[in-house]
């Protein structure tokens, strides 16, 4: 099993031109020919809903078409009230339903509760896996929300990467689970709550374009080296840069979403070496053409 990351961190990734090929609305009955249906889940002018406490899910039947268990999966959520739980699943079973009563199959699953305030609206996330009959609390942690707001998981090299669309970022490191289908679900909504999109993507398998040292700017003081960079863009059909990989002295340090970083570790009198890569929402890093040496003074 691969350790566990979470990060979570503030700030809008680079989108390109990727391409879902397959989407539904949830508009009325939900298509048998597109999805296994498990416990009690409905389609309707909220989109995908249920009422029920241990509610269902909806796992897709469809090829992925490149025959593999990796791919993307997005749900755009409506959100007008507290209370509900939104549930997106990578490598599910057919029959997968995450819930605290009566689990079945196997998935990863990240649920979501939200809560609205006259301060805005939090969303309560946890995330599971569940294989051989055991189910295992990954992470857990919180973050903004919105009605109409999107979230992207993306399952590559024994990882999922998430995205939303108010800039979080989800980084969940787990290979146990190796086939399995993208899924949906929802428990315990109430009105006006469901989803009203799902949408399902390939694999992005480019990686993004090489980071040029030359993009680094750099400034060095006693006790600190502030770097920015030029925000990266990736491939015309790729998947959107999602965060930045830091190296120094050829170890890896931090991942950070932002195009800016201070090594406040950093003694005086010492050559640093840096090494910054872009890794996109599929979990491609950039190719790397050069490293970037500042002396701290």
Known sequence: MRPLRLLLLASLPVLAAYVYFFSDTFSGTLSSANWFVNGTANGGADGLYSAAANGGSIVYKGAIPDGTAEYEAKMTLKISASGGTYVLYLRASSDALSNAASPQGSYYAMEMTPTLTSGGCTMAANHYKRSGGSVTLLASHSFACATNMTVRL???????????????????????????????????????????????????????????????????????????????????????????????????????????????????????????????????????SGKVLYGNR
């Open 154 to 288: 993306a399952q590559r090299n024994g990882y999922y990467m998430g995205l939303t669309s108010l800039g979080e970022l989800i980084f969940i490191g787990d290979s146990t689970l190796t086939a399995g289908q993208p899924g949906f679900g929802v428990r315990a909504m109430p009105s006006g709550n469901g989803i009203s999109k799902a949408e399902i993507g390939p694999a992005d398998r480019v990686a993004p374009p090489a980071f040029p040292s030359a993009n680094v700017r750099a400034t060095a003081f006693d006790t600190r080296v502030d770097l920015s960079w030029d925000g990266m863009v990736d491939d015309a059909n790729g998947s959107g840069i999602a965060l930045y990989q830091i190296y120094r002295n050829g170890s890896f340090y931090s991942n950070f979403r932002t195009t800016n970083w201070t090594d406040t570790t950093v003694a005086p009198g010492t050559t640093y070496t840096y090494l910054i890569l872009a890794l996109d929402m599929n979990h491609n890093g950039s190719l790397v």
